[in-house]
C-alpha cells in the first residue's frame, strides 16, 4: 500500500458535515432545506467513489487533521477497508434522503428541519468512522455518532421515545468507555494505536493477558452498537424512532459503525494470526453464532414489522461477526461482503415498512392480509429483499453466505456451517409469513401464520377466526404507543399529507389505526400508484443494488475491494 497525502477523505466527511449549516438555515424553505441535502448526499458519494479506484490499485489517501495530545494524532485514511464503509454509507445516505422526503412530508411530520441536520450529522460521523486512521480517531467520531444519532431516535417526543432515547444513550456511551480503556491499553503496551494491515507488530510482544483484555475491551465496546447479544436490546426498543431513522440505525450508519469497530480490531489491530494464537476468535464465533440464532427466534414471536425486522438486524450483524471470527480468508470476505449485502436488503426492508404506515398506518404483520392489492411493488420488494436475507440465489445475502459457508468448512468449523443454515431456515419462518399474507390471502378469511402456529408468531386472535380483534391503540411505525405518549397534531398526522410532494392520498386508508378499511383494500395496481415516488423509487433502487450485488457481485465493486482487504490482512488471495 502506498500512502498518498490528500483532502478527499478530510472533504467527504467535511461536506456532511457543513450540511447541517444550509439545512439549518432553510427551515422556512422545505423544497431549498431538502435541496441542500441531496446536493451534500451526492458531493460526499462522488467525493467517496472518485477514491476507489486508487484503493483497489493499492493506494491510500491519508488527510492529517492535527495532533490531539502529544503522540496522539486525529488522522483520516481512505483505505479499501475505510471505503467499503464510506462507500455504503454515502450511497445509502443519497438514496435515504430522497426517501425521507417523501416519508417526512407523508406523515407531516414535525421537526423535520431538525430531522434532515441531524441526518446529515449522523453521517458525517459515520464516514469520520469509515476513514479513522487510528484508534483515537476512530473512538472521537463513534462518540460523535452517537450524539448525532441521539436526536433521531428521540424525534417522536414521547414518553416511549425519550425512554428509547435514554437507553440508547446508556449503552452507547457505555461501550464507548470500553473502546476508551481499550485503545489506552493498546497504546501503552504497542506505543501506537495506528491501524496496520495484518495487526499492529508491538502486539505479539505484550503480555497476552493484557492483549486479551485489550481485545475484549475493544469488542465489546464496538459490540453495542453491533447489537451482540446481550449488549443488543436498545435496538429494537430505538424502533421507536420514524422509519429512516430506522434505516440510518439498521443500514447505514450505527450498527455498521459497530461492526466496522470490530473489523478494524480483528483486521488491522490484533491481525488475524494473533487473534487465533490468543485464542480469542472462538469465543467470539460462538457469541456471534448464538446471537444469530437466539435473535431470529425472538424475530418470530414479534408481530410489529419494525420489531421483527430490529431482531432481524441482531440476527444478521452476527453473520458478519462470525466470519470475521472464523479468521479463515474465504469466511472473511463473505463476513465483510455480507456489510454491503445486509446494508441494501435491509433498508429495502425498513423502507417497505415505512411505505405501508405511511399509506396505511397498517404496522402489525396480523393486520396485513391482502395488502399485496394495495402495494404490490412495495411487497415484492420485500419478497425479494427477505429471500435475499435467507440466502436465495440471485440476491446478495447468498454470495455472502456462500462465502461464509465454505469458510468454516475450510476452517475446520462445520458446526458454523449448520448454524448458518438452520438461521437460513429461520429466516423464511419469519419472512415468509408476511409476503404469504400480502399476496396470498384475503382480508376476510386470514390465517396470519402460515407457517409458524402461536405462540412463536403473533398474537393469539390474529390466527383465530373466531376471536374478536381487540381494538388497537393509536400506533407509530415503531409500534403501540405506551400510556401518556398519544399522538397530537403537531406530532404525527393521521390524516394524510399536506405536502404536494408527498403525492395522492386518499381517505380510503386513512381513517382508520391499521388494518384494511371497512371495505376492503383498494387494488391499485402494477403502475407506481400504491404511494409516492419519493418512497417508491429508494424502495426500487434498493432493492435493485440487493440484486446487483446477487448477481454480479464483483462489478459492483465491493468484492473487489473485499479481495484487496483480506489479502492485505491474511497474505491469502481469495
Known amino acids: 500500500m502506498t500512502d498518498v497525502a490528500s483532502l478527499r477523505p478530510a472533504l467527504a466527511v467535511a461536506i456532511a458535515a457543513v450540511a447541517v449549516v ?10 431549498v432545506r431538502e435541496g441542500w441535502t441531496v446536493l451534500a448526499a451526492v458531493s460526499a458519494f462522488a467525493v467517496v467513489a472518485s477514491m476507489l479506484p486508487a484503493a483497489i490499485s493499492g493506494t491510500t489517501y491519508v488527510s492529517s487533521l492535527g495532533t490531539l495530545v502529544d503522540g496522539v494524532e486525529l488522522s483520516l485514511q481512505a483505505d479499501p477497508l475505510g471505503l467499503l464503509f464510506g462507500t455504503v454509507a454515502s450511497l445509502l445516505w443519497l438514496i ?31 464516514l469520520g468512522v469509515a476513514f479513522a486512521a487510528n484508534l483515537v480517531t476512530i473512538f472521537v467520531f463513534y462518540e460523535l455518532l452517537t450524539v448525532a444519532t441521539y436526536p433521531l431516535v428521540t424525534h417522536d417526543e414521547t414518553a416511549e421515545a425519550r425512554a428509547a432515547g435514554r437507553k ?45 483484555a485489550a481485545f475484549v475491551l475493544l469488542v465489546s465496546g464496538f459490540g453495542v452498537k453491533a447489537a451482540l447479544m446481550p449488549l443488543h436490546s436498545w435496538l429494537p426498543d430505538a424502533m421507536v424512532a420514524p422509519t429512516p431513522v430506522s434505516g440510518l440505525l439498521h443500514a447505514v450508519a450505527v450498527v455498521k459503525s459497530g461492526i466496522f469497530g470490530i473489523a ?69 470476505v463473505g463476513g465483510l461482503l455480507h456489510i454491503p449485502a445486509h446494508a441494501f436488503m435491509k433498508l429495502t426492508l425498513f423502507f417497505t415498512a415505512g411505505a405501508i404506515h405511511v399509506e396505511t398506518h397498517t404496522d402489525d404483520i396480523s393486520e396485513m392480509a391482502g395488502i399485496g392489492k394495495r402495494m404490490p411493488l412495495t411487497m415484492l420488494a420485500f419478497g425479494v429483499a427477505a429471500a435475499g436475507m435467507a440466502g436465495i440465489p440471485l440476491v446478495a445475502g447468498f454470495v455472502s453466505k456462500w462465502y461464509l459457508l465454505i469458510g468454516s468448512v475450510s476452517a475446520g468449523q462445520s458446526v458454523f456451517a449448520v448454524v448458518l443454515l438452520l438461521s437460513g431456515v429461520l429466516n423464511i419462518a419469519y419472512f415468509w409469513p408476511v409476503f404469504y399474507q400480502a399476496f396470498f390471502e384475503s382480508e376476510d378469511a386470514a390465517d396470519a401464520k402460515p407457517l409458524i402456529e402461536f405462540p412463536l408468531g403473533g398474537e393469539e386472535w390474529s390466527i383465530r377466526p373466531e376471536t374478536t380483534a381487540p381494538e388497537p391503540d393509536p400506533v407509530t411505525d415503531g409500534g403501540p404507543a405506551t400510556e401518556g405518549s398519544g399522538t397530537s397534531s403537531d406530532r404525527r398526522s393521521d390524516g394524510g399529507p399536506t405536502s404536494e410532494a408527498s403525492g395522492d392520498h386518499d381517505d380510503h386508508d386513512h381513517h382508520h389505526h391499521g388494518g384494511p378499511p371497512a371495505d376492503g383494500w383498494e387494488r391499485r395496481g402494477w403502475r407506481g400508484g400504491e404511494s409516492t415516488w419519493f ?40
Open 535 to 574: 418512497m417508491l423509487g429508494p424502495i426500487l433502487a434498493a432493492m435493485t443494488g440487493a440484486v446487483v450485488l446477487g448477481v454480479i457481485p464483483r462489478t459492483a465493486v465491493f468484492l473487489r475491494l473485499i479481495e484487496v482487504i483480506v489479502a492485505a490482512a491474511t497474505g491469502v488471495s481469495v
Open 96 to 126: 435515504t434522503s430522497f426517501y425521507s422526503v417523501g416519508y417526512m412530508r407523508g406523515l407531516s411530520e414535525h421537526a423535520q428541519t431538525r430531522y434532515f441536520a441531524a441526518f446529515a450529522a449522523s453521517v458525517a460521523a459515520a
Open 168 to 212: 440508547y444513550l446508556a449503552y452507547t456511551f457505555g461501550g464507548g468507555v470500553a473502546v476508551l480503556a481499550g485503545t489506552v491499553l493498546v497504546a501503552t503496551m504497542t506505543g501506537t494505536t495506528a491501524f496496520t494491515p495484518g495487526g499492529i507488530a508491538g502486539l505479539a510482544e505484550a503480555d497476552p493477558l493484557l492483549a486479551r
Open 22 to 31: 444550509p439545512i439549518l438555515a432553510s427551515a422556512r424553505r422545505p423544497n
Open 264 to 332: 478494524r480490531v480483528l483486521l488491522d489491530v490484533f491481525g488475524v494470526d494473533l487473534t487465533g494464537s490468543l485464542g480469542m476468535g472462538l469465543p467470539l464465533a460462538v457469541v456471534a453464532a448464538a446471537t444469530l440464532l437466539i435473535a431470529s427466534v425472538i424475530a418470530l414471536r414479534q408481530d410489529n414489522l419494525k420489531r421483527r425486522l430490529a431482531y432481524s438486524t441482531v440476527s444478521q450483524l452476527s453473520y458478519i461477526v462470525l466470519g470475521l471470527a472464523i479468521l479463515d480468508p474465504t469466511a472473511v
